[in-house]
């Protein structure tokens, strides 16, 4: 139970595009409160992924669904021991865990082959239309894990 009550911040949608999954892509690049470049960043993202679709923030949409996790686990202490129990995953979470997902794929990227931000996030984002990628790869491994811990589902409360 937290101290004082929290309340928590809403996120406007982005002007350009009138998307709240823009606006929160922004925010998780983000670096040093420095919003005007990575609104540049997202947006010369954007602007490239019309190639793929006309709509580009459609084709966001559809990579965000792609890399999105419907499980996850999530540790219980019952009698000294920690189990992992398998939760489904809360709307707001499924949208921080795949933009982030997203974010951390495009910045591990080499700099040999993409040689600018811009280049390895849309190289990310085609990669999670396609079902590919490491951020399509880390929804597997978290959905895979929360499958095998389902014996302890019942732990769940």
């Not at 809403?10 to 998780?28: A, Q």
């Not at 809360?90 to 949208?95: G, H, T």
């Not at 795949?98 to 495009?106: F, K, M, S």
Request: net charge positive.
């Amino acid at each position: 139970m937290p101290r004082r009550a929290y309340k928590k911040t809403t996120t406007h949608p982005d002007p350009v595009y009138d998307s709240f999954e823009v606006s929160k892509l922004i925010n998780y690049i983000m670096y040093d409160g420095k919003k005007s470049v990575a609104r540049a960043i997202v947006y010369e993202v954007l602007e490239r992924l019309k190639e793929i679709e006309a709509d580009p923030t459609r084709a966001l949409t559809r990579a965000i669904a792609n890399v999105t996790p419907t499980m996850e686990v999530r540790p219980r202490r019952l009698g000294g021991a920690s189990y992992m129990v398998p939760t489904e995953v809360r709307k707001d979470r499924k949208l921080f865990l795949a933009l982030n997902w997203i974010v951390e794929g495009a910045r591990a990227r080499s700099n040999k082959e993409y040689h600018t931000f811009t280049d390895k996030l849309v190289a990310e984002l085609k990669d999670a239309i396609n079902s590919v990628g490491s951020a399509y790869n880390k929804k597997l491994s978290v959905e895979k894990q929360a499958e095998q811990n389902k014996a302890f589902a019942h732990l769940k409360w």
